[in-house]
């Protein structure tokens, strides 16, 4: 059983993979893919633009993304460590942040930045 963070892109799409992946990078997360649409990717691999499912991973945490056409799902374990909470709560963050989004969640619907804040996201 897993848990779930939704972003939704009320008017437009959802943002480019690769521009996620970039702002994570940039933040010190280095993600990397393990699947896409059901198929083993490399490490380094893009999905194409018309991707359904990736799975990515960053150490030994992994979250899957699922991509509708104003809307993500980030899926973790049931169980998950603090390490794969912290992954699945920063690909929220980045997917609002890239693409103007909006996270709901626990503590309800929140722009990019007051999810940050409510979760302590960049708090060391």
């Known amino acids: 059983m ?3 963070l939704s972003v939704t892109f009320p008017g437009q799409p959802v943002p480019a993979w690769p521009a996620v992946a970039e702002l994570l990078t940039g933040r010190g997360w280095p993600i990397q893919m393990r699947m896409i649409d059901g198929e ?3 490490p380094d691999e893009q999905p194409p633009e018309s991707w359904r499912e990736i799975r990515v ?8 993304i ?3 056409e104003r809307e993500v799902r ?16 920063a690909l929220a963050w980045a997917f609002a942040s890239v693409g103007g ?4 969640a626990d503590e309800g619907t929140l722009d990019a930045d007051a999810f940050a804040e ?3 996201l960049f708090s060391s």
């Open 2 to 4: 897993g848990v779930e």
């Open 40 to 42: 083993l990717a490399f």
């Open 57 to 64: 991973a960053l150490g030994g945490a992994m979250v899957t």
């Open 66 to 68: 699922r991509r509708t």
């Open 74 to 89: 980030l899926v973790a374990w049931g169980n998950a460590d603090a390490a794969q909470r912290r992954l699945w709560q």
């Open 101 to 104: 989004g909006m996270v709901s």
């Open 118 to 120: 409510n979760i302590g």
